[in-house]
């Protein structure tokens, strides 16, 4: 098959006929329904630029796999300038969408693998790499898109997954076949899930011994019998589905409940059953390199914000107020300290003994905290830059109705030379940039919670050498 065009993308789901609920409906139609085409169009954006001339470079490279051209979000990084390029792509797509482009996740998924089957497989002469290796191949072959089945929806969460009322709170195994076995649970906010030709499953959590059935790790093909979507709501979704009020004119962000309701999965495609130890170290490597990745989209996305938000000061007439230079300036530093963390992550990455390329951890989750609180402050200065309209702007059909439209026109004009209606689309943009939740709310809880972003950073800094250092300037010799 070989790199897909965005045609062939598109082409290639409508052929998926995967079980789909929105708004109380049963959606037959994905690829044409508004709302989702709008999700659908920005994992598009990573086809498309992989087509053009100017981007090629950075987003395809040579598989040693296959022995053939490969889109980068399909192959685990071999060296530390793939671990670099990945950043940059991101940013580039971050900036281009304006929202999520909900290919990440699916590349994570694929180092998590690749790094821990290899491991398992050492330890317990599994087969674990081997069958990981050819779903590998056949992601690159196909040019396919994953997306990450990791969040459990964790019932309460004071208990261990064995000891909760109901035990399919978290994903895990209730059958073992000769061909394969068969999996019952609910993933949560599975973005892009439908933009996805597979879903990788991987648990959730570090796992005891006893909690053996919920150590699996697997992939399927997100239309696969007994896999059911439920599009979650998002702020502002309903205006996709009118087609009025959008904002962001072209993409938009999804993110389903996905329930695993008895779905049989082929031994070919298991990639952990049982190795509870393992579980940790699939969910370790999975979530930092998840943010990792985040330092490069949101950086792209707080672009977008800062070019609204200059278009605003010259339609506004504020160009030259200096409280308004300063703020941009405040946004672009904090896009650049995000966009430096993950470089520096990446920089700092290191071989894995499967040979896979991994970042440096500690720095990937200090720009994942950082993002977490920045894009709310980068969002606030654009707001304050931008004006109240951001909060209630009039309709476009009261803009268009013949008896209030000219007169709304008349009163939100700004500068004289600027079109009326190019002010009321970027206020719109700025309202979608600051407050499309399936897309802000994953900056603080998306690859993980904050707080356990600071334990990765607690667990994983050298402290040990940092107390040598104080110890040695005070003098102690212990
Ligand atoms: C927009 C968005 C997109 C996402 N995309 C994906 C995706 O594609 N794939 C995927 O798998 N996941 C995805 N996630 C899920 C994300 O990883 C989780 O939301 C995150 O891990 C938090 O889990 P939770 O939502 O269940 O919240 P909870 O785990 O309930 O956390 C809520 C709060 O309680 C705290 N807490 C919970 N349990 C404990 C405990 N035992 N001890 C101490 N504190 C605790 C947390 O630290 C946090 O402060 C996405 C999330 C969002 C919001």
Not at 147 to 158: F, I, P, S, Y
Not at 173 to 186: M, T
Request: with cysteine; glycine share 8%.
């Amino acid at each position: 098959m070989g790199l897909m065009t965005k045609a062939e993308y598109i082409e290639s789901l409508r052929r998926m006929k995967p079980t789909v609920y929105m708004f109380g409906e049963k959606i037959e139609n994905v690829v044409d329904n508004p709302r989702l085409r709008a999700g659908i169009e920005a994992t598009g954006a990573t086809y498309e630029l992989a087509e053009s001339p100017e981007h090629r470079d950075l987003i395809v490279t040579h598989s040693t796999l296959t022995d053939k051209p490969v889109n980068r979000f399909n192959k685990p990084p071999e060296s530390v300038a793939d671990l670099v390029a990945r950043v940059k792509i991101n940013r580039l797509l971050g900036r281009r969408v304006g929202t999520c482009f909900q290919r990440c996740t699916g590349l994570d998924c694929l180092v998590a693998l690749s790094v821990t089957t290899y491991d398992i497989d050492r330890k317990y002469d599994t087969q674990y790499h081997r069958r990981f290796t050819d779903f590998l191949k056949h992601m690159q072959k196909n040019d396919f898109t994953a997306n990450a089945g990791v969040t459990d929806v964790k019932g309460d969460r004071n208990l261990s997954p064995k000891d909760q009322a109901d035990k399919d709170v978290y994903l895990h195994v209730v059958e073992k076949r000769d061909d394969g076995i068969v999996v019952r649970g609910a993933k949560c906010h599975q973005t892009g899930s439908l933009s996805a030709h597979e879903i990788i499953v991987l648990p959730t959590r570090a796992l005891r011994k006893g909690e053996e059935e919920f150590a699996v790790a697997f992939a399927v093909p997100s239309d696969t019998a007994g896999i059911i979507h439920v599009v979650g709501r998002s702020s502002l979704d309903t205006r996709e589905q009118d087609g009025c009020d959008c904002g962001n004119q072209r993409y938009s962000k999804y993110a389903p409940t996905v329930i695993l309701d008895n779905v049989f999965v082929p031994w070919e495609r298991v990639f952990l059953c049982g190795e509870w130890e393992f579980a940790a170290d699939l969910v370790a490597y999975f979530s930092a390199f998840h943010r990792q990745s985040h330092g490069g989209c949101k950086a792209g996305k707080i672009d977008c914000m800062v070019g609204a938000a200059l278009t605003m000061m010259e339609y506004n007439g504020t160009q030259k107020v200096s409280h308004h230079k300063e703020k941009v300036t405040d946004m672009i530093h904090r896009a650049e300290t995000l966009y430096g963390c993950s470089l520096a992550a990446s920089y700092e990455g290191r071989r894995m003994p499967s040979g896979t390329y991994f970042i440096d951890p500690v720095l990937a989750n200090a720009s994942k905290i950082h993002e977490g609180k920045e894009m709310a402050e980068a969002t606030r200065l654009m707001i304050d830059i931008a004006g109240g309209f951001v909060a209630d702007l009039p309709s476009d059909r009261d803009f268009d109705h013949p008896a209030v439209g000219p007169l709304l026109k008349k009163y939100l004009k700004g500068v004289e030379a600027t079109p009326v209606e190019n002010r009321v689309r970027m206020f719109r943009l700025i309202e979608k940039l600051a407050m499309e939740s399936a897309d802000t709310i994953s900056d603080i809880h998306g690859g993980g919670s904050p707080a356990a972003h600071r334990l990765t950073i607690f667990r994983e800094s050298n402290n040990e050498a940092k107390v040598t250092a104080a110890k040695r300037l005070a003098g102690i010799d212990e």
